[in-house]
């Protein structure tokens, strides 16, 4: 087989996963979603993507340690939009969920609170990939 071919089929494979694994995704972090009660403060799943970003306080989001608290702190789920009625753009966050002191909160609620930030950031740049995508389509 050809230098070239081989290339195109992993290439192949991997897109083919990367879309496996984006829509297992997005029905975890639907499912998160819910289980957090961020639903209370956004009733639409798919409006959770209207945000610039989505943060978290409390806990560690480095691979490196991943999930560490950080004593002192307060386990929170910020979203960070734009103020649209500022004359210059502002960005302002919201708490979508919070759960108190980080010590005291249970480790697997934390870890589901992390869980669901990294898969809300997995989908996001999926998003921003396919909005690039369609913005080079224009130089054509």
Known sequence: MSLALERLKKLT???AS????????LKVLEGLYQELKID????????????????LSGASLLHENL???KKGKYLQILAISYD?????KKTKNISL??????ENVDAELKNKVVEFVIRYRFEKSF??????????????
């Open 13 to 15: 494979s991997k897109i």
């Open 127 to 140: 998003m921003s990939l396919e909005n690039y995508y369609e913005m080079l389509s224009d130089f054509k």
């Open 40 to 55: 209370e403060k956004v009733g639409d799943f798919t409006n959770l993507f209207d945000f610039k970003a989505i943060n």
């Open 97 to 102: 969920a919070y759960f108190g002191k980080v």
């Open 84 to 88: 649209k009625n500022a004359t210059v």
């Open 67 to 69: 999930g560490e608290i």
């Open 18 to 25: 990367y879309e496996t694994q984006r829509k297992e995704n």
